[in-house]
């Protein structure tokens, strides 16, 4: 079955930093999605991205999607504090169900 | 704030125990998927309803089952619980359009299995 894998499993930054954390998939994907989990919530949507070598933005966070729609990645300008929690990818090939199969996430830490 | 409202927010259960975990989607969402999230894994499918019919099932046995009503709203059942079904439980809705489903998902129900 279609697989989802996401590096590194942890990340730990000093506040200011850059982060990126990527995602690769066994599969070729419709379209991938972007999730953030804070600590004891729940995954909030960010974004989707569907063309091949896309590139979105939103702020600080800037999501590229590969050429070959099997990779994806999340770069984040200058962490601050209330970047922490846990980003997941999640991706979709798409026809018929909907459904996502989510990476284990990247957990980032900003020391202060 | 997403609209998914899920109850009861925690549950302790004994191994062999039947539990049934709730979900109100958004105002507006046709379809509910259902998702299972061990400790610091990522969420798994398991499986998501349409119109209240299963459109889709991920790798969980059948003792994992569920309804869609009328309403949209939605009820996960797991009968005869085992150990390894302790972990946080969530419900997710969606808008079914083909070219972009964004999931709406709810706080989650966390279920001890004793």
């Known amino acids: 079955g279609q697989q989802v894998m996401q590096i590194p499993q942890y990340q730990h930054v000093q506040e200011g930093e850059d982060f990126t954390t990527y995602c690769n998939s066994s599969?070729?994907?419709?379209?991938i999605q972007w999730y953030k989990q804070r600590p004891g919530g729940h995954p909030v949507f960010l974004i989707q991205?569907?063309?091949?070598?896309e590139v979105k933005k939103q702020k600080r966070l800037t999501f590229q999607f590969g050429e070959a729609k099997k990779n994806s990645s999340l770069h984040i300008t200058a962490t601050q504090t209330t970047d922490v929690g846990t980003y997941f990818c999640a991706g979709s090939s798409g026809a018929g169900s909907y459904q996502l199969t989510f990476g284990k996430g990247t957990k980032l830490s900003v020391i202060p | 704030e997403t609209g998914v409202t899920q109850s009861p927010t925690h549950l302790i259960k004994t191994r062999g125990q039947q539990v049934t975990l709730r979900c109100s989607s958004q105002s507006g969402h046709n379809t509910v998927s259902w998702y299972q999230q061990a400790l610091g894994q990522g969420p798994q499918f398991i499986f998501q309803y349409y119109r209240e019919e299963e459109n889709g099932r991920g790798n969980f046995p059948p003792r994992f089952s569920g309804l869609q009503f009328p309403n949209y709203s939605s009820e996960l059942n797991v009968n005869a619980l085992e150990l390894d079904d302790s972990a946080l439980y969530l419900c997710a809705s969606s808008l079914k359009t083909p070219a972009f489903e964004k999931l709406f998902f709810g706080s989650g129900t966390q279920l001890s299995v004793l």
């Open positions: 599969t070729t994907l419709s379209n």
């Open positions: 991205l569907v063309k091949s070598g």
